[in-house]
DNA sequence: TTCCTTACTGCACGTTTGTGCAAATAGCTT
DNA sequence: AAGCTATTTGCACAAACGTGCAGTAAGGAA
């Protein structure tokens, strides 16, 4: 019965943890194999009934942190990797890592707006479950494009967060442009839209990536086929360094007079300010442009990024 | 240098707790050997760097745990221990939760107050470390005899106490009982003593255990030469069935008339129930008339106690 | 400098833990 | 009941881990 299964769990998971008992102790006192509660164990840390958490009383910690944190005025977590791995090593142990700080932030009863891309998809990938009632994942900005309506993309990552969490998916099927800001405006006045824009509007947690305009391993909104050659020229016109969830901003944290962002079906930097955790995660120091402006703009409340591209942040501030 | 060794420790915690690498892979990393990393670890666990926590999510969990949940008002925690093993096993296993489950809760600031008596003494001897700021650890009731001045044994527990939480120690040097109602009066004037009385006032966490008079293993304050032969009698004619912090009580809670509290040094109930968390831990079925009384004067807000002794607590009821 | 004390490191060994695989069991369908 | 599929279990082996011990480095006193 899967009743006793998950008190089994329960029960391994203390005494494993809480009295320090070896699983062949628990095996005999549960009356089973030493695998099978090897496996109890490892359902339970996957279940997120056990949680590990690791608290840097940042009086002591890594002065980079502190340094960030300071500057920004942001929660910052930095992740540590050897500067010689490679991009899709770093952002798969970025993206482990921010999975797990995530966790703890999400509570009954949230609305988790989710952006789409590289990182949010990575991080899509190591969500550790934990049981909620009635939360919600709700879709932050269309992914429809030229070519394809991306809609399996991006679906698949809010997929893996509403069940990583037990949430309602909410997904927003827009493409990530319009091609008239006038469309945009008369979408926005269907109710099946206003519906998700409502729920945009009462979120309690966004998570999501930056795109940067100059990375070396451009996001896929610059190369990906949702925009044409003179939207790319006008970005450069205005000085654009990289996006939030479609939304464009320079590298002082405005967005002013971006007629672009007129056509995007992301959230505004002033209605994403009003939510209370914004957690942005970065993995690559090539995401350095976007990843000052976005903070510039204060778009975010919580930073998870990596250890180089946290150096390359603070060097970045400290000699500009 | 001491600075590097606790970063070390971080990242070290950072990797292997949240990026699921193995010791030997940090080792590599961090440019030491595997069983440092092993010890780094070790450590970070000790100085409660990381923390595992067990949310157990109870409209699933295990329907002892609701059941007391409902009838008596308290949060509690239910032990997993076999039946079968003998009293100073059981205790030792639930002073090791008990300890590990008050961790959490102890924050900064923080004025906790702490009882004595075997469980407490248990329970001193598994806290986990936690670093915390201008929190103070107070002594809730006098440990002094007739044969000695308990100073040592209490003293010892919470040095034990302090020295996890980085608090101020604040003994009571009086006796657990006065001869004379008139002395303790006199006492409670003095300024020394108005001190500790004032830091017991503003507790924010109390942690306690219980005394039950019928315990085959009877408490301390029953048998350790606190009280003559005369208060017992008087004890049993007033139907006591245990005691809190030297504070005594009837079945149905109440303490009306029990002259003997009146010369006792612990926190009347009244004083008791002003605090915010008040943790009871409980080892060893023969407590539990003693058990039933504290929560029945609802002395408890939490209650960490064995599953043979929670399981004996539910059916006393249930047909009471 | 030399000697002493203290704390840290890596090795080697025994213990503990994860996991592929085959057997067993449970759940369903016919 | 039989037959099928999907899980779950225990075994056995390899990988990962903890720890006593001896060697080494880092301070401190004479």
Redesign the pocket.
Known sequence: ?ARS?HSDALRAAQMYYLQDL???AIARELR?????V??L??SARETGLVQVQIRSPFETGPELESQIRNQYGVDVHVVPVLDTLNEAETLDRVAMQAARTIGPLVDSNAIIGVAWGATLSAVSRHLTRKVTHDSIVVQLNGAGNMQTTGITYASDIMRRFGSAYGARVEQFPVPAFFDHASTKTAMWNERSVQRILDLQARMSIAIFGVGSVDSDYPSHVYAGGYLDEMDLNKLAADDVVGDVATVFFRSDGSSDGITLNERSTGPSHEQLRQVRRRICVVSGASKINGLQGALAAGLATDLILDEASARRLVSFNGHA
């Open positions: 019965m299964r070896t699983m062949d089973t194999s030493r695998s099978t090897s496996r164990l490892s």
